[in-house]
């Protein structure tokens, strides 16, 4: 008699492969989820980033039930959809917070696991720190330069072709260095920058929202909601009080 695939979703070798390998990076979480959203493999750094100890700790659990509010529930949402639909999350810019309300920038692959038969049966995935692996003197003088003159003054428009111009570097020249030393897109590189940015107005500041949204180059009121909903998972005002 032929047996189903279970919740295992993966041979256990092949779990017990993967942790281990996972384990051995640490600015990599990497997880496999059945199809209710829960954690059934995870590696030693998904566990770290919720202050938790053990793997015992998150296996059989949701995000939603080992990180409190919207930090747990949008993980939890971004399952349900994979899973429900199918369609992949690729190298999603994301804001996450580490233990406890630490700010920490990701950029998220959630991929749905099929069986034999095509069927979905559950999703695997990782979520990569963004952090500059080289020191800041090792980039090249005339990109720091219009990389420092961007950060500085994040109020004026500009797009990846203008940073590319005003680092003397051709699009897709700018665009590998910036994937190789930021492991980010240019396009990235600018939300990250100008989302951080409105993140720390929103919590050390009492400027309006509006005054923030300006400030970090956004000229329309809902063109920067739609951007800081899209990866932090909430609104600006819901930032702001969480």
Not at 111 to 135: F, W, Y
Not at 189 to 200: D, H, P, V
């Amino acid at each position: 008699m032929k047996i189903k695939p279970t919740a295992a979703i993966l041979p256990i070798v092949d779990v017990a492969v993967l942790e281990n390998l996972f384990d051995q990076v640490p600015d990599i979480a990497f997880f496999v989820k059945d199809m209710a959203g829960r954690y059934t493999a995870v590696n030693a750094s998904l566990v770290a980033r919720h202050g938790l100890r053990d793997k015992s700790e998150v296996i059989g659990q949701r995000p939603r039930d080992i990180c409190p509010g919207d930090y747990g529930g949008i993980p939890s949402q971004q399952d349900m959809t994979v899973l429900r639909t199918g369609q992949p999350i690729l190298d999603h810019l994301e804001l996450h917070w580490y233990e406890p309300h630490k700010p920490g920038w990701c950029l998220t692959t959630k991929l749905p696991l099929r069986d034999a038969s095509g069927t979905i049966v559950g999703l695997i995935g990782i979520s990569r720190d963004v952090r500059t692996p080289i020191q800041t003197r090792d980039i090249p003088v005339k990109v720091a330069e219009a990389l420092n003159y961007f950060e500085a003054n994040l109020s004026e428009p500009i797009t990846p072709a203008m940073l590319a111009r005003q680092a003397g570097l051709p699009p897709h020249g700018f665009a590998r260095f910036m994937k190789r030393f930021f492991g980010l897109t240019p396009s990235q590189f600018i939300a990250k920058t100008r989302i951080t940015a409105a993140s720390q107005l929103l919590r050390e500041t009492d400027k309006s929202v509006a005054a923030v949204a300006l400030s970090c180059g956004f000229y329309d009121h809902s063109a920067f909601t739609r951007a800081f909903r899209k990866i932090t998972g909430m609104s600006p005002s819901r930032f702001r009080t969480s």
